[in-house]
């Protein structure tokens, strides 16, 4: 869970990512941020361009300067909750605080109680956090979370797109491939390529990833996590140049493009499976 300040604000926000500015103005000072970490919470990371240090009772003590600016902490919680309470009774804090869910279903699917629910625009939640649930958290209130159910045992179909580019050897020995994929990740852990595919390169929203391989697999892949995809893969392809798969990925696709670029002295003669083959020999 994030915590956001602005200040000593009227109004405080806390979701489990992302944190709204703090606004300071004045001489250079240090300033004393209580109730950042709730209790039994773990803090992962603190991300401020000021100076800031995590004290031990859970306040971030900053040295501040006139300017705008965001600090950042993130924490987890080493077990599942069924509550979280904000424990604070403190006439110099806000009265209340808005708390957004970033419900995550595949995992478990709750119902939220003994706190009231807000509509977010109303709020002055930040706009990133707009299409989320907010819910009015006031000094001593429990947020309860009542659980409907465990897993998804009807996950949504993956929504995923590819973009392929081959290039065919000047020797016609094989094709250097690199897929562009995106789209949302509903289930599955793993995206694994086609046997006859060799992964050189992956890199997964900006990460490079280690490939690996499953006991007793003859395919390569990389892990994955739920949510938005952004994936780019260099690989080869020598088992066939005149028929392949289309996608070479062992996943279902919505939208799928591919371009080969063929080099001198190549002509492509004609493609099947597909909808529109421009500048092949039979099309034309």
Same mark, same amino acid.
């Given at each position: 869970?994030?915590?956001?300040?602005?200040?000593?604000?009227?109004?405080?926000?806390?979701?489990?990512?992302?944190?709204?500015?703090?606004?300071?103005?004045?001489?250079?000072?240090?300033?004393?941020?209580?109730?950042?970490?709730?209790?039994?919470?773990?803090?992962?990371?603190?991300?401020?361009?000021?100076?800031?240090?995590?004290?031990?009772?859970?306040?971030? /003590?900053?040295?501040?300067?006139?300017?705008?600016?965001?600090?950042?902490?993130?924490?987890?919680?080493?077990?599942?909750?069924?509550?979280?309470?904000?424990?604070?009774?403190?006439?110099?804090?806000?009265?209340?605080?808005?708390?957004?869910?970033?419900?995550?279903?595949?995992?478990?699917?709750?119902?939220?109680?003994?706190?009231?629910?807000?509509?977010?625009?109303?709020?002055?939640?930040?706009?990133?956090?707009?299409?989320?649930?907010?819910?009015?958290?006031?000094?001593?209130?429990?947020?309860?979370?009542?659980?409907?159910?465990?897993?998804?045992?009807?996950?949504?179909?993956?929504?995923?797109?590819?973009?392929?580019?081959?290039?065919?050897?000047?020797?016609?020995? $094989?094709?250097?491939?690199?897929?562009?994929?995106? $789209?949302?990740?509903?289930?599955?852990?793993?995206?694994?390529?086609?046997?006859?595919?060799? /992964?050189?390169?992956?890199? /997964?929203?900006?990460?490079?990833?280690?490939?690996?391989?499953?006991?007793?697999?003859?395919?390569?892949?990389?892990?994955?996590?739920?949510?938005?995809?952004?994936?780019?893969?260099?690989?080869?392809?020598?088992?066939?140049?005149?028929?392949?798969?289309?996608?070479?990925?062992?996943?279902?696709?919505?939208?799928?493009?591919?371009?080969?670029? /063929?080099?001198?002295?190549?002509?492509?003669?004609?493609?099947?499976?597909?909808?529109?083959?421009?500048?092949?020999?039979?099309?034309?």
């Amino acid at each position: 869970m994030l915590l956001a300040w602005a200040g000593m604000p009227k109004t405080s926000f806390r979701k489990n990512s992302d944190s709204p500015p703090l606004q300071v103005s004045g001489k250079q000072r240090e300033i004393k941020l209580p109730y950042a970490l709730l209790p039994g919470f773990i803090p992962i990371n603190l991300n401020s361009r000021l100076p800031a240090k995590l004290e031990k009772d859970g306040s971030i /003590l900053v040295q501040v300067r006139p300017g705008r600016w965001q600090i950042e902490l993130t924490a987890r919680h080493p077990e599942q909750l069924s509550d979280i309470s904000l424990n604070i009774n403190n006439p110099d804090w806000p009265a209340s605080e808005i708390w957004s869910f970033d419900a995550q279903t595949y995992q478990r699917l709750v119902e939220i109680s003994q706190v009231i629910p807000i509509d977010p625009s109303q709020s002055n939640v930040p706009g990133q956090w707009q299409q989320l649930p907010a819910f009015l958290v006031k000094q001593g209130d429990n947020m309860h979370f009542s659980v409907i159910r465990r897993g998804d045992p009807e996950p949504e179909p993956n929504n995923l797109s590819i973009t392929r580019h081959l290039w065919l050897d000047f020797a016609g020995t $094989g094709y250097t491939i690199k897929d562009i994929i995106n $789209g949302k990740i509903t289930h599955g852990w793993r995206l694994d390529s086609l046997p006859e595919t060799q /992964l050189g390169h992956v890199d /997964l929203n900006g990460q490079t990833q280690l490939i690996t391989r499953l006991p007793n697999s003859e395919t390569e892949g990389v892990e994955l996590r739920k949510g938005r995809l952004q994936l780019t893969a260099d690989s080869r392809l020598t088992h066939s140049i005149s028929e392949f798969s289309a996608v070479g990925w062992q996943e279902k696709f919505n939208h799928v493009k591919a371009f080969v670029h /063929l080099p001198p002295g190549w002509h492509l003669l004609a493609v099947s499976g597909v909808d529109n083959v421009p500048n092949s020999w039979i099309s034309r």
